[in-house]
Nanobody
C-alpha cells in the first residue's frame, strides 16, 4: 500500500506565507516526479508546481516568483513554499507523485487527500 500524506494548509491573510509538505510512504520502488495541484470550488484541478527526480521544475504562470517547490529524495517528501499569497490562491491543494511500487512496476499517478488553503482577511 502506498500513501501520500499532506500537511501545512490553513487560513492566512493576503500577503502571508504557508509551507505545504507531502510525504510518500509504502512499498515505493522509484519516484519519477512529485508535484502540487489545486482545485478551487467549481473549477478544474490544475498544476501548481512539479519537480522531477533530477530536480527539474515547472510552475503555473500564476505562481511563478511566489511559490517554490523542493524535494527531499531521501525522505520521499515534496514541499511547496508559498509567499505573497493572494485570495485567488484559495483552493484545495493536492499532492501528486508519479511512482512505481511493489504493486505496480509501471509508473502511475498517486494522489494525496488534499489540504485546504484559504487566503482571506
Amino acid at each position: 500500500q502506498v500513501q501520500l500524506v499532506e500537511s501545512g494548509g490553513g487560513l492566512v491573510q493576503p500577503g502571508g506565507s504557508l509551507r505545504l509538505s507531502c510525504a510518500a510512504s509504502g512499498s515505493i520502488l522509484s519516484i519519477k516526479a512529485m508535484g502540487w495541484y489545486r482545485q478551487a470550488p467549481g473549477k478544474q484541478r490544475t498544476l501548481v508546481a512539479r519537480i522531477t527526480s533530477g530536480g527539474s521544475t515547472n510552475y503555473a504562470d500564476s505562481v511563478k516568483g511566489r511559490f517554490t517547490i523542493s524535494r527531499d529524495n531521501a525522505k520521499n517528501t515534496v514541499y511547496l513554499q508559498m509567499i505573497s499569497l493572494k485570495p485567488e490562491d484559495t483552493a484545495v491543494y493536492y499532492c501528486n507523485a508519479v511512482m512505481s511500487t511493489a504493486w505496480s512496476t509501471s509508473f502511475t499517478d498517486y494522489w494525496g487527500q488534499g489540504t485546504q488553503v484559504t487566503v482571506s482577511s
